[in-house]
């Protein structure tokens, strides 16, 4: 399935690069004039107010700044909206070859319920949610959404006037996996860099002997002999390779029968190449951003046999 999704975006890439070429004419062209115009409109603007007291040399400022910002933005929004046609492009390809059934709702979002479930970050006072998308690989269902958790701040000033604003801690994607055996103990890795408010009452801290991993994870957990079954070396030296790929922190947790992924980046991960030439190796971060949940059910081996419903049972 991973050849044939390749094969399809090697011969989408020469179109992605006439796209952006293109793009980035426009972009540099608009920026060069823009960005000059409002520089001297500033520059005339303070020297005829302050000095000249010029009304005409006044209005030819702002008049240069006005139409600058306008191309600058012009130019920004022709190299945001060639981002946006790209990873499009490719979370279509994506999905059709990796998980055809795929319901996606653009507009909603997982439940708050699911996405404070795994304990990863405190209650917001506002949720704000999109992206939601249900599929199945491998046998294996899914969820994933989108999340912009907000708290509200409350500020008074020196004469008494309240403003009211609600600002993001924590900004990225969900994923939720659920597959047939329960194992009954929880499981937590998360990365030690940033400020989070997880649920660790209850579970104890363990330490692998990848000293490593030690480091960049505190892992949380039920039982001992759950974290080295499902957390083998191999897996802990995967997971460390996928975390460095992911902008912010990265955070796991096996709950039961669920697993719950959170990649806390602020949704700055998908990251389009516009200075340098687009190929399939400067795109496959950005594919492997976009097929996290197929990365995860064949990493932790989710549609393998100790996943299944009797497995370690004897019958």
């Given amino acids: 399935m991973a050849d044939e999704l390749n094969k399809s975006l090697e ?22 004039i823009g ?33 600058g910002t306008i191309l600058t933005v ?60 249900t599929a199945t690989y491998e046998g294996i269902s899914f969820e994933q959404g989108k999340y912009r958790l907000q708290r509200r701040e409350t500020h008074t000033d020196s004469h008494g006037n309240t403003t009211t604003s609600y600002n993001d801690y924590a900004v990225g994607t969900m994923y939720r996996f659920q597959y047939e055996r329960d194992f009954g103990q929880i499981v937590k890795v998360l990365e030690k860099a940033g400020t989070l408010s997880f649920g660790g009452g209850g579970l104890k801290k363990v330490e692998t002997e990848y000293i490593a991993f030690n480091k960049k994870f505190k892992i949380l957990a039920s039982d001992d002999t759950t974290v080295f079954y499902l957390l083998t070396p191999q897996i802990q030296e995967k997971i460390m390779d996928l975390e460095g790929k992911f902008k912010g922190q990265f955070y796991l947790a096996f709950i039961g029968n669920e697993l719950f992924v ?7 991960s998908l990251q389009v190449p516009f200075n340098e030439k687009i190929t399939i190796e400067s795109i496959q971060p950005i594919v492997e951003c976009l097929a996290i949940p197929a990365v995860f059910i064949k990493l932790l081996g989710l549609n393998k046999s100790k996943f299944e419903k009797n497995a370690g049972v004897k019958l």
């Fill in 74 to 133: 012009i130019g920004t929004t022709i190299k945001s909206n060639f981002s946006k046609r790209l990873i499009t492009s490719i979370k279509n390809q994506v999905n059709s070859n990796l998980f055809p059934k795929a319901v996606i709702s653009p507009n909603q979002g997982m439940l708050l319920k699911k996405v404070m479930e795994p304990g990863f970050f405190a209650t917001p006072d506002r949720y704000l949610a999109s992206d939601y998308m």
């Fill in 35 to 67: 960005v000059p115009m409002i520089v001297i409109g500033i520059v005339l603007f303070l020297l005829a107010f302050l000095y000249w007291d010029n009304t005409a040399v006044v209005a030819t400022g702002l008049i240069l700044c006005i139409v």
């Fill in 262 to 268: 959170a990649v806390n980046d602020s949704n700055t």
């Fill in 11 to 32: 011969g989408m890439v020469s179109s992605f690069e006439a796209d952006r070429q293109k793009s980035r004419k426009s972009y540099i062209i608009l920026v060069s």
